[in-house]
């Protein structure tokens, strides 16, 4: 099970930091990664990371800005979102994929097993 929370309604500029908290089964197991989706729009990846925590990913509007990240004593992914824009304004998805390779990522939605209920995020400019 996954749950995220962090989001809010903030002003453009401004900072947030996601978590992910993930139970029942060993959180290393799993590489994860964040996504969004914005009204009607198809969800997108924004950053990934890998089992390991050594291997990131991000789409190219967000580079630069947000950094993923994860503590896996904590059983916790993070999402630091700085300097926020307009076009950040989605519901946010944390989502994880049992695998053996401990340093790679996933980018596509489809190749992951578990996600979160997802976390509001608005961003005023």
């Known amino acids: 099970q996954l749950q995220a929370s962090g989001g809010g309604s903030v002003q453009a500029g401004d900072s947030l930091r996601l978590s992910c908290v993930a139970s029942?089964?060993?959180?290393?197991?799993?590489?994860t990664g964040w996504f969004r989706q914005a009204p009607g729009k198809e969800r997108e990846m924004v950053a990934a990371?890998?089992?390991?925590?050594?291997?990131?990913w991000y789409t190219d509007s967000v580079k630069g800005r947000f950094t993923i990240s994860r503590d896996n004593a904590k059983n916790t992914l993070y999402l630091q979102m700085n300097s926020l824009k307009p076009e950040d304004t989605a519901v946010y998805y944390c989502?994880?994929?049992?695998?053996?390779?401990?340093?790679?990522?996933?980018?596509?939605?489809?190749?992951?097993?578990?996600w979160g209920k997802g976390t509001q995020v608005t961003v005023s400019s």
């Open positions: 989502a994880a994929k049992i695998t053996y390779s401990s340093g790679s990522y996933y980018s596509r939605s489809y190749e992951y097993d578990y």
């Open positions: 029942g089964r060993t959180f290393s197991d799993f590489s």
């Open positions: 990371i890998s089992r390991n925590g050594v291997t990131t």
